[in-house]
């Protein structure tokens, strides 16, 4: 699977898959998507930043994906 869904494959998912389950967004499926959760982290609303850290280290543990970055690994401490 690649790191892009389509709108279809999206709506699939079940919410447990989502960094932000709430609002259905950053689909962690697999180790693709953990990465690109990471790198697109920076966009999160400030105020869910937090959230999705943690749910990315929940998910990259499951694939065994190691994230380096220093933002999530602070806004996970958080």
């Known amino acids: 699977m690649s790191d892009i869904l389509s709108s279809e494959e999206k709506k699939s998912l079940p919410s447990s898959i989502f960094g932000l389950p709430e ?6 499926p697999d180790a693709a998507h953990v990465r690109a959760a990471e790198a697109y982290f920076r966009y999160c609303p400030d105020n869910l930043k937090p959230e999705l850290a943690r749910a990315i ?11 380096k970055s220093a ?3 602070h806004y996970a401490a958080s």
């Not at 280290?57 to 994230?67: G, I, N, P, Q, T």
Request: hydrophobic share 40%; charged share 35%.
């Open 71 to 73: 933002t999530v690994l």
């Open 57 to 67: 280290l929940r998910f990259a543990k499951e694939y065994s994906v190691d994230v």
């Open 23 to 28: 609002r259905r967004e950053y689909p962690m």
